[in-house]
């Protein structure tokens, strides 16, 4: 079983920047790949970053790149996105999800999710 608890959302302007965590309690965490995804208002849940166990792989969606870093701290079970340059379409819930031990964007294919983190870019 694994537990996921996100930090760190809040209100920003446009332009400025945003650090969300997620701390996970599992007895394992390098056996999940971690995953960050979204969900606006009216919108299905939208992949946004993930990285592999050792943090040598991460993959983002088009619409963040450049702008979003995804990162993880094995020691302390942890995986973080540091937003920067947000965007008001950057608005939504952000969800801190694990996959054991493949590479997806597909939600469903996600194991385990947070309960969520609210992000509002004001314009």
């Known amino acids: 079983q694994v537990q996921l608890v996100e930090s760190g959302g809040g209100l920003v302007q446009a332009g400025g920047s945003l650090s969300l965590s997620c701390l996970a309690s599992?007895?394992?965490?390098?056996?999940?790949?971690m995953g960050w995804f979204r969900q606006a208002p009216g919108k299905e849940r939208e992949f946004v970053s993930s990285?592999?166990?050792?943090?040598?792989?991460?993959v983002y969606a088009d619409s963040v790149k450049g702008r979003f870093t995804i990162s993880r701290d094995n020691a302390k079970n942890t995986v973080y996105l540091q937003m920067n340059s947000l965007k008001p379409e950057d608005t939504a819930v952000y969800y801190c999800?694990?996959?054991?031990?493949?590479?997806?964007?597909?939600?469903?294919?996600?194991?385990?999710w947070g309960q969520g983190t609210q992000v509002t870019v004001s314009s």
């Open positions: 999800a694990a996959i054991y031990g493949r590479n997806s964007r597909d939600a469903s294919s996600y194991n385990y």
């Open positions: 599992v007895r394992t965490f390098t056996d999940y790949r």
């Open positions: 990285i592999n166990w050792s943090g040598s792989n991460t």
